[in-house]
């Protein structure tokens, strides 16, 4: 089955920085890549997501970028705010709904 | 538009004992999937039930079992609780393939 990781676990940037999460997966037929913000207690919100026909995806402060060659995509968040501290999932999924989640990014953005 | 709803939020059960949840999904969505979420393991999927009829199953025992209706809502059971059964489990609902929206979750805890 599909296998998806996660870099890095934890991760920590002053507000008004850059933070970059990667995701890699396995399975060559997976064709969509949402990623997720869970705050303490709350449940996943689908942030932005990117399928395989689409090498980069914008909204707002957030981009995606997929490379299906080397099977890896990445969540990009620019000029980071206190609000964007949560924990961040990415997933991959091919036919149905049927997600595979990486163990998560927990990321704190320091006033 | 209504969100998806869990129910009930939390649970307390004894080992040995059985549960069921709740879920219903948003207006329209037809899809309906499961997902526990413990600190350890992360997001897992459980299953997938689309129109009515199981689409895909994670690697769950058989002590894990789900049902949808007519009108989508679906519930899941787990029967003979063991002590590591105790977790958040997270419905998400989808109107097509992709793009699934979580509810509030149902956390259980077995004493």
């Known amino acids: 089955g599909e296998n998806v990781e996660q870099h890095p676990s934890t991760l920590s940037v002053q507000e008004g920085d850059s933070a970059v999460i990667k995701c890699t997966y396995s399975d060559s037929a997976s064709n969509y890549f949402p990623w997720y913000k869970q705050e303490l207690g709350k449940r996943p919100q689908l942030i932005i997501d990117i399928r395989s026909n689409v090498g980069e995806k914008k909204d707002q402060r957030i981009a995606v970028t997929l490379n299906k060659t080397a099977k890896h995509f990445s969540l990009h968040i620019t000029e980071t705010q206190p609000e964007d501290s949560a924990v961040y999932f990415c997933?991959?999924?091919?036919?149905?709904?049927?997600?595979?989640f990486g163990t998560g990014t927990s990321l704190t953005v320091i006033p | 538009k209504a969100g998806v709803t869990q129910t009930p939020r939390y649970l307390i059960k004894t080992r040995g004992q059985q549960v069921t949840l709740s879920c219903s999904p948003i207006s329209g969505h037809r899809s309906v999937s499961w997902y526990q979420q413990t600190p350890g393991q992360g997001l897992q999927f459980l299953f997938e039930?689309?129109?009515?009829?199981?689409?895909n199953k994670g690697n769950f025992p058989g002590r894990f079992s789900g049902r949808q209706f007519s009108n989508s809502r679906s519930e899941m059971n787990v029967s003979t609780l063991e002590l590591g059964d105790s977790a958040l489990y997270l419905c998400a609902s989808s109107l097509f393939a992709g793009e699934a929206f979580f509810g509030q979750g149902t956390r259980l805890t077995v004493v």
């Open positions: 039930y689309f129109s009515e009829t199981q689409r």
């Open positions: 997933a991959a999924s091919g036919t149905g709904n049927q997600f595979y």
